[in-house]
């Protein structure tokens, strides 16, 4: 372990990992095997969101603890129910990723750091902030979410690049606070961060590189019309509401 | 107004009421979802029988025939009961999903012991010292081998 330093292992020890899965049985296992190699003190919890094949078996096979949605729910619903789990559970921080291969657990420590200094209640590792091109999404979706980044950099005063990135690392407040009505059903994005930065949390981004996934993504089921529509109304509400700080424990 | 409209609307405003509370007499439907029905069908019971109330109320809304009055205030409230059902199914749906999360909850699954793995069958095959009651206490036993 080269990338052992005091400071994020004593957080690792107390922070669940969670990696929302839909019919990812061919990329889970490697995906386990990443994060245990570079990550050995991490608690792995596999959300297993109705899934048809074996990404439960594999992913109990790899090491993880698999917690198995009975119905196919939607992402936003895996990743609140693993919220839900590490509240309950008292965890300390709650990482996420994608099970589909195309996040790389080795930069969870970088992102761990900025919530240890205190620097920050959510990191969200961006595709886009090291520039090297790793990540290359489609027209329509590269559009949409330009638009959206550059809304949400507006409203929150800060530079947002990458806002429906799935490779997060957040205080356990900010999980509890996903744990209510306020967490979308499907795709949290950029109205998630706004509401985030108008409930008083702080936002972070670090740049992470990423590869391009093997399989579908649990995000290729994104109909664009309907999604660029839906940011729009979730946004435009999102401002309507009145801006509720949220108490810090 | 022609006299068989009159018994046309009035008829059919009686029977959706006499529906509405036969239905829920026999508990098919709660009183809660009753209230937009019956209140509709009163509605459309008082101004097809109270005939001048339907021509003024014609006059100002600016329609021609106190028939198409009716047909307008009758969609109106076909849309706001469909408004109302989108707005029931959104909180079922919100119930529903917490229900799924709350039966995730309660059956995680430990990770696959690798020892265990190579024997099938293999509750049964462990030490009868240290039987796993149930999958936490598996995950701190082997936990403790491991430290």
Same mark, same amino acid.
């Given at each position: 372990?080269?990338?052992?330093?005091?400071?994020?292992r004593?957080?690792?020890?107390?922070?669940?990992?969670?990696?929302?899965?839909?019919?990812?049985?061919?990329?889970?296992?490697? !995906?386990?095997?990443?994060?245990?190699?570079?990550?050995?003190g991490?608690?792995?919890?596999?959300?297993?969101?109705?899934?048809?094949?074996?990404?439960?078996?594999?992913?109990?096979?790899?090491?993880?603890?698999?917690?198995?949605l009975?119905?196919?729910?939607?992402?936003?619903?895996?990743?609140?129910?693993g919220?839900?789990?590490a509240?309950?559970?008292?965890?300390?921080? !709650?990482?996420?990723?994608?099970?589909?291969?195309?996040?790389?657990?080795?930069?969870?420590?970088?992102?761990?750091?900025h919530?240890?200094s205190?620097?920050?209640?959510? !990191?969200?590792?961006?595709?886009?902030?090291?520039?090297?091109?790793?990540?290359?999404?489609s027209?329509?979706?590269?559009?949409?979410?330009?638009?959206?980044?550059?809304?949400?950099?507006?409203?929150?005063?800060?530079?947002v690049?990458?806002?429906?990135?799935?490779?997060?690392?957040?205080?356990?407040?900010?999980?509890?606070?996903?744990?209510s009505?306020?967490?979308?059903?499907?795709?949290?994005?950029?109205?998630?961060l706004?509401?985030?930065?108008?409930?008083?949390?702080?936002?972070?981004?670090?740049?992470?590189?990423m590869?391009?996934?093997?399989?579908?993504?649990?995000?290729?089921?994104?109909?664009?019309?309907?999604?660029?529509?839906?940011?729009?109304?979730?946004?435009?509400?999102?401002?309507?509401r009145?801006?509720?700080?949220?108490?810090?424990? | 107004?022609?006299?068989?409209?009159?018994?046309?609307?009035?008829?059919?405003?009686?029977?959706?009421?006499?529906?509405v509370?036969?239905? @829920?007499?026999?508990?098919?439907?709660?009183?809660?979802?009753?209230?937009?029905?019956v209140?509709?069908?009163?509605? @459309?019971?008082?101004?097809?029988?109270w005939?001048s109330?339907?021509?003024?109320v014609?006059?100002?809304?600016?329609?021609?025939?106190?028939?198409?009055?009716?047909?307008?205030?009758?969609l109106?409230?076909?849309? @706001?009961?469909?408004?109302?059902?989108?707005?029931?199914?959104?909180?079922?749906?919100?119930?529903?999903?917490?229900?799924?999360?709350?039966?995730?909850?309660?059956? @995680?699954?430990?990770?696959?012991?690798?020892?265990?793995e190579?024997?099938?069958?293999?509750?049964?095959? %462990?030490?009868?010292?240290?039987?796993?009651?149930?999958?936490?206490?598996?995950? %701190?036993?082997?936990?403790?081998?491991?430290?």
């Amino acid at each position: 372990m080269a990338r052992t330093e005091p400071a994020w292992r004593k957080l690792v020890s107390n922070c669940l990992l969670v990696i929302p899965a839909y019919n990812e049985a061919a990329n889970v296992a490697s !995906v386990i095997a990443d994060v245990r190699t570079s990550l050995p003190g991490f608690d792995v919890l596999v959300i297993d969101d109705g899934s048809a094949d074996a990404t439960a078996a594999n992913a109990r096979r790899a090491g993880a603890r698999v917690l198995r949605l009975p119905v196919n729910s939607g992402y936003g619903v895996a990743l609140q129910t693993g919220y839900k789990y590490a509240v309950r559970n008292g965890y300390a921080t !709650v990482a996420q990723m994608d099970a589909d291969g195309q996040h790389l657990a080795g930069f969870f420590p970088e992102l761990l750091s900025h919530i240890d200094s205190g620097e920050a209640d959510i !990191v969200i590792g961006s595709r886009f902030l090291d520039g090297d091109g790793h990540y290359q999404p489609s027209l329509a979706r590269k559009i949409g979410m330009g638009i959206f980044s550059r809304m949400a950099s507006r409203i929150m005063k800060q530079h947002v690049s990458d806002p429906t990135s799935g490779y997060q690392v957040m205080r356990i407040d900010v999980a509890r606070f996903f744990c209510s009505d306020v967490y979308p059903a499907d795709y949290p994005d950029a109205d998630i961060l706004i509401l985030l930065h108008r409930s008083g949390f702080r936002v972070a981004e670090v740049g992470v590189q990423m590869k391009m996934p093997d399989g579908k993504s649990m995000h290729s089921g994104h109909r664009s019309l309907y999604y660029v529509y839906k940011m729009f109304l979730s946004i435009l509400v999102t401002m309507l509401r009145p801006a509720t700080p949220q108490e810090r424990g | 107004m022609d006299i068989r409209i009159r018994i046309l609307t009035i008829g059919g405003a009686a029977i959706v009421l006499l529906m509405v509370i036969e239905l @829920v007499r026999r508990r098919k439907l709660k009183e809660e979802y009753s209230v937009l029905w019956v209140f509709t069908a009163a509605l @459309v019971l008082l101004i097809s029988i109270w005939f001048s109330l339907l021509q003024n109320v014609t006059k100002a809304i600016g329609a021609i025939s106190p028939a198409s009055t009716l047909f307008f205030f009758g969609l109106l409230f076909c849309l @706001v009961l469909l408004l109302h059902f989108s707005v029931r199914i959104s909180s079922l749906e919100r119930r529903l999903t917490s229900l799924v999360q709350e039966v995730g909850l309660m059956g @995680v699954e430990e990770p696959d012991d690798p020892a265990r793995e190579l024997e099938p069958g293999h509750a049964e095959a %462990l030490p009868a010292s240290a039987p796993p009651s149930n999958g936490e206490t598996a995950e %701190l036993q082997r936990v403790q081998g491991r430290a």
